[in-house]
């Protein structure tokens, strides 16, 4: 781990242009991941940044950290392993929607579960924006798109309430519309000490609805702040959740006041309990002997 | 006296079949003999029909051995479930539970008439001296050791250690049982004597393992640090195996939630350094199918192992096959090469798995290890291995000129490119699924992905000069071929020793490197051949086509497939052989008869 102070967020920032359409809530998200970098002071080459596909998961590419844009939804697998092989990174999952709770709808509990210490952040736009337009599992029902022609027949996924019903320790929601508060979020969701989940309403400009963009979405912004909201209220969160896509709650539903241990540091409990009586690796045959 | 005996025993789930296989193996080692044990069970989680066949000789083992020199049956019905997997010939002494109340001119096998048939009252022998049936097993181990002169001490002394925890009286109780086993057969000896010689190596240290535990060892040798996987039978036995010793060595073991996050953490520990390895059976390796592809653009080392098993879909879960061939060659999308190695045995699954390892650094590539059920849970004797022999290769890293303006994907002489990992200053890229320029930046350019593509496969020209991943045995100029790999290669060993000693003039090649197709290799081996065999358990005959489709095969080379679960015996191998012969020598005759 080196010194902070000096890093700037330019400093986070890649050559690559995006491939973003003008006006993209995605762009303001990647302003605000390298401020929190930033302010968190870590160089790129100790952070990996992973994403799976989708307009979003293009983000690693535009950061200066290792990046790793994978396969449709398997960012969160990847990111575990790459935290299980080397603890001391920085490891940040990223994503859309469909990627996190379609395809790779699977990994998320368990990841919150196993509570290793990786921050995922999903751009939330309730379409699937790279393959033009059609229905995504936070759409809501009776959206018209071009693979709902006549309406959505299905609720969407209520990413907020999903997280906090399987134990996340640390979940949050921002948007574009509160850059400041976003950054704000972001770090403090890298600084915690366990899994954490960020939900950012991300408008798409392209295929999104009038509801959801920009303008929409401060009609119905309110702050958890000055709802004075008690983010180590579990329950309160959940009852806040729930009003998930009539209203936009930002800042910390929960953080654990406790964080338990992470799955990194049981791991390492583990290995230097087990490592003394380790046989050397060219004897591991030994193993097998009969006597 | 005998250098070679083949058991084969079978009965309920409850009989305790397998735990005698496994005491007479151990003491079958113990008295210094070699030996080779398989196992077979229904697919029932618990009962059902359970079976094992245990070989032992003086002299190494290529294979579990052809018909049975004497089978045990404790009851016919589950028996005669095994079929073939279990086959009884003219030679064969069987043994069976008198409790049946079939008579011994009776017994329900059709078409063959044994050495000698003896019905043992093994129940009520357990219930008598032991007190309960459970002892039945013991009672065989008794009447083995009676009559063939296996295990007479080293059986109750590994049964005295194993039950030690268990109280002094459970012993007791299974030594009365071996005893009267052992009477009963001394009081009823054989119409021939079968016993085997004693062994000349009594006293030398042995291993006993099987091919999964092997595989997960030779893991932990090879630097693996990582493993991630979802249970599946038969290759389950790896991830337990790293679920308790990886530790120990600073890595750590993952049990996912489905196949794909299994290897997608796999890539994950790569990408962040760390040699990391999946396991898996078939339907498995098709789940893992787009990551497999993504770690071959990504260029991430990654050691992908299949046990393979019956197929297509659940198929035959708990027998061998090796009909994942195409799938481990061709899964994933796109024009890519990725190597499949494949181990015959569990002795060489060591050499084989060291070897994964090392490709997969070198090339930065995914290798799948083709292992298979009978492999994976077979037991071997084996005799020490020398770890120091066994060289271990790490990717190449990026180093001083490199980290400037560090460019993941740079050309090379050999098309691989130093490979940096997060954590190190200046190597920082973006790795990804998508098409890259050299350095990591996406890109959607036609000119680039050929140029990529030609990157990705071209590196691995040299890995099919690889000419020490062959075995050529027998004549080199023989004009009569076998070539076969995996499990079924030890019975084709066994059926050149044999078709040798009869006078034939015939070759066997054992290919550990299935893909890419080593042509050279195969060109060279098939300059002699004029009548051959491909010798494999596919129903498809799968091998034979992927060596048509990278070489002009020899006419005369025909296949021998067969779907799994269905073994192949040495000796009808040999006749296949004996056949093939004299096509040829019908020829040459042809050949010379005057042209009108």
Known sequence: ?????????????????????????????????????????????????????????????????????????????????????????LVLAAGGDGDGFSIGGGHIAHLIRRNMDITYLVMDNQIYGLTKGQLSPTSQKGRVTCTSKYGSLEEPVNPLLYVLAYGAGFVAQASPTDLVGMAAVIEEAIRYPGFAFVNIQSPCVTYGEEAQQIKGLKAIQESLASLGHDSTDRLAAMDL??????????????????????????????????????????????????? | MRKDLVFGMAGSGGDGIVSAGDSLLQAAAAEGYHGVMTKSFGSQIRGGESSCRVRISTTPILNPGGNLDVAVALNWEDFLKFGAELPVSGNTVVIYEAATNIKESEIPLVGVTPLQVIAVPIAAMAKETAGTERAKNTVVLGLIAGWFGIGAVAVMKGIRKKLAKKGEELVEANQRAFDAGRAFAMEHPLKASMNVLPSETKGAVKLITDGNDMCAAAAIFAGCQFFGGYPITPSTEIMQFFTEHVWRYGGSVLQAEDEIAGIGAAVGASFAGKKAMTATSGPGLSLKAEMMGLASIAELPLVIVDVQRGGPSTGLPTKTEQSDLFAAAFSAHGDVIRPVLAPTSVADTFRITVEAFNLAEYYQTPVIVLSDQEIASRKETLDPIDTSQFKILHRLRPAGADLQDYKRFKPTENHISPISHPGMLGGTYLASGIEHVESGAPTNSGSVHQRMNEKRTKKFDSLKERKDLFEVTGNPDAPIAMVAWGSVAGVCREALAMAQAEGLNVKLLVPYLLYPVAEGVYNDFFRSVQKGLVVEQTHLAQTYKLLRMHIDLPKGLKSLARSGANPFLPSEIVAALHLLLSELQRSHEGELQPQE
Not at chain 1, 44 to 63: L, W
Request: positive net charge.
């Open chain 1, 241 to 291: 959740a729930q009003h998930y896509g009539r209203k936009m709650h930002l800042g910390v539903f929960y953080r654990n006041p406790e964080p338990p241990p992470t799955y990194g540091d049981l791991v390492r409990e583990r290995q230097d309990l087990l490592s003394k009586d380790a046989l050397p690796r060219e004897r591991i045959l030994d193993l097998f002997i009969k006597k």
């Open chain 1, 1 to 89: 781990m080196s010194a902070t102070c000096e890093l700037q967020p330019k400093d986070y920032k890649s050559d690559l242009k995006p491939i973003w359409c003008p006006g993209c809530g995605d762009f303001s998200v990647v302003q605000g991941i390298y401020r929190a970098l930033a302010a968190i002071g870590r160089p790129a080459h100790e952070i990996a940044f992973v994403s799976g596909i989708g307009c979003s998961s293009r983000i690693p590419g535009y950061t200066t950290a290792y990046g790793f844009n994978s396969v449709h939804g398997r960012s969160l697998p990847i990111a575990q392993g790459i935290k299980m092989a080397n603890p001391d990174l």
